[in-house]
């Protein structure tokens, strides 16, 4: 799957309150991180995916990659794969019968698709394709969608940040590109959940990594900080410090039991798309993988596994020069860049 043949590449994961940058390294077969960067960003500056000062958020990029460590990233004559947020992309996967359809006649027959399924205004929406999976009878089509303007606003905030080659690639097919990187052996089928600040995005990918399901949930680390907030009347600030020093592992009561009923949503959509899985296409994951800042949360990972009937695991990316937590908040940034880096991977892939 994975064929290397840049030498460096750079991966940029945006999100509403936080930015990672990573710039990955190719030595012989091995891949290691020339410079790495995690800032967080000003109140408002990026608001539900929506970018609202362009020349900010990149003089903000350019002020981490400064401090990036070990080596500043500097973005000259190497390709920066940046993260299109995922409030602002949908994901559709259908199949066709291949005797029904000649694959010349696909493209009309996603669009059809993407204006049945997608809710953006035909005038406004840009789609991009895959086959991602077939077999004699079946072709599997990964659409993914996203507004035109969403595309245009980023594309400013990039030239303002390099004049180099920018591909503008789908968070959650980032991620698992990470995860099966870092599964090159003993790959397992794996349901994806990937806990942000606004958002939790859920990915089947089968053990070959070819994403069969995606959803997303606006419920996340802030909404889980509100509700611990509002239970024990106290300041978001207050919550917060709460939810990540102590976490389930509290021996207060109160705050445990509003963590619990906070993650209830986001437990139960899991539960749901285990089901619809299981019930539709006869697919079941082997393991729940959890990235993303929320998933730092202290005694997640057993709870949900009661929840959820499934072995619950952390990533295991290992890479030289992360430290021990930071795979989870790398992970989205490592995969972005990875697709700079695989040449088969690259060829294959949806992209803006």
């Not at 996603?110 to 394709?129: A, C, Q, R």
């Not at 790959?187 to 995005?201: E, Y």
Request: with cysteine; proline share 3%.
């Amino acid at each position: 799957m994975f064929d290397f043949f840049r030498k460096k590449i750079i991966g940029l994961d945006i999100a509403d309150h936080t930015m990672e940058i990573i710039e990955l390294e190719q030595k012989g077969k091995d891949v290691v991180i020339h410079g790495k960067a995690r800032k967080p960003l000003p109140a408002g500056l990026v608001q539900r995916g929506k970018i609202q000062n362009h020349a900010e958020l990149a003089k903000t990029v350019r002020d981490a990659c400064q401090q990036a460590v070990p080596h500043p990233i500097q973005f000259a004559n190497k390709l920066l794969v940046c993260g299109l947020p995922e409030s602002q992309v949908f994901t559709h996967i259908f199949q066709v019968k291949k005797n029904a359809i000649k694959m010349s006649e696909l493209k009309n027959k996603v669009e059809e698709e993407v204006h049945k399924t997608i809710p953006i205004d035909s005038n406004n929406v840009l789609f991009s394709y895959r086959v991602s999976r077939e077999d004699k009878e079946t072709s599997e089509i990964l659409v993914v969608a996203t507004y035109r303007d969403t595309r245009e606003e980023w594309n400013k905030f990039l030239k303002l940040l390099t004049s180099s080659q920018v591909i503008l690639d789908i968070e959650i097919l980032a991620c698992g590109r990470a995860h099966f990187f870092s599964k090159q052996e003993n790959k397992k089928s794996v349901l994806l959940v990937d806990m942000g600040v606004a958002t939790t995005n859920i990915a089947f990918f089968d053990v070959d990594g070819v994403p069969r399901y995606t959803t997303s949930l606006d419920y996340a680390g802030a909404s889980l900080t509100q509700t611990v907030a509002t239970a024990l009347g106290i300041s978001l600030d207050e919550a917060e410090q709460k939810k990540i020093s102590h976490g389930l592992e509290t021996d207060d009561q109160k705050l445990k039991e509003s963590l619990i009923s906070g993650l209830e949503p986001i437990t139960r959509e899991i539960n749901i798309v285990k089901n619809y899985l299981k019930e539709q296409f006869g697919i079941s994951a082997n393991e729940i993988i959890v990235i993303g800042g929320t998933s730092q949360l202290k005694g997640l990972r057993n709870y949900c596994s009661e929840q959820l009937n499934l072995p619950v695991n952390f990533t295991t990316l290992t890479l030289r020069g992360l430290d021990a937590e930071e795979p989870a908040l790398y992970f989205e940034a490592f995969g972005l860049a990875l697709r700079g880096l695989s040449q088969k991977a690259g060829d294959k892939e949806v992209s803006f």
